[in-house]
Nanobody, 121 residues
Framework: QVQLVESGGGLVQAGGSLRPSCAAS????????MGWYRQAPGNQRELGAR???????SYADFVEGRFTISRDNARNTIYLQMNNLKPEDTAVYYC???????????????WGQGTQVTVSS
């Protein structure tokens, strides 16, 4: 089992920055990818940024070059550097870890409990 703990959300004014982190702990074979998702009240959860085991990254269109996902392999931790935040970015941000699939086991997703990001106008 894997536990993901997010931290670093908070309240910031429009144009400000936050850098939430997600630390993974527990027992798993290897990490295929990790990502950040966000979910605002009444909306679907949507992928914002993803980083694969080879450090290949991808971003949703709404990021618009403002966010950077990074990884600290030694600590099994990912970060999301968020700059130029907008009120529309207000949401709970969730971390997801996907384990590497093997011939004997499908991949599996683990979710953190989320960290609140609130951007005021």
């Amino acid at each position: 089992q894997v536990q993901l703990v997010e931290s670093g959300g908070g309240l910031v004014q429009a144009g400000g920055s936050l850098r939430p982190s997600c630390a993974a702990s527990g027992s798993f074979l290897s990490v295929h990818a990790m990502g950040w998702y966000r979910q605002a009240p009444g909306n679907q959860r949507e992928l914002g940024a993803r980083i694969a085991r080879g450090d290949d990254t991808s971003y949703a269109d709404f990021v618009e070059g403002r966010f950077t996902i990074s990884r600290d392999n030694a600590r099994n931790t990912i970060y999301l550097q968020m700059n130029n935040l907008k009120p529309e970015d207000t949401a709970v941000y969730y971390c997801k870890l996907t384990t590497t699939p093997t011939p004997l086991k499908l991949d599996h997703d683990y979710w953190g409990q989320g960290t609140q990001v609130t951007v005021s106008s």
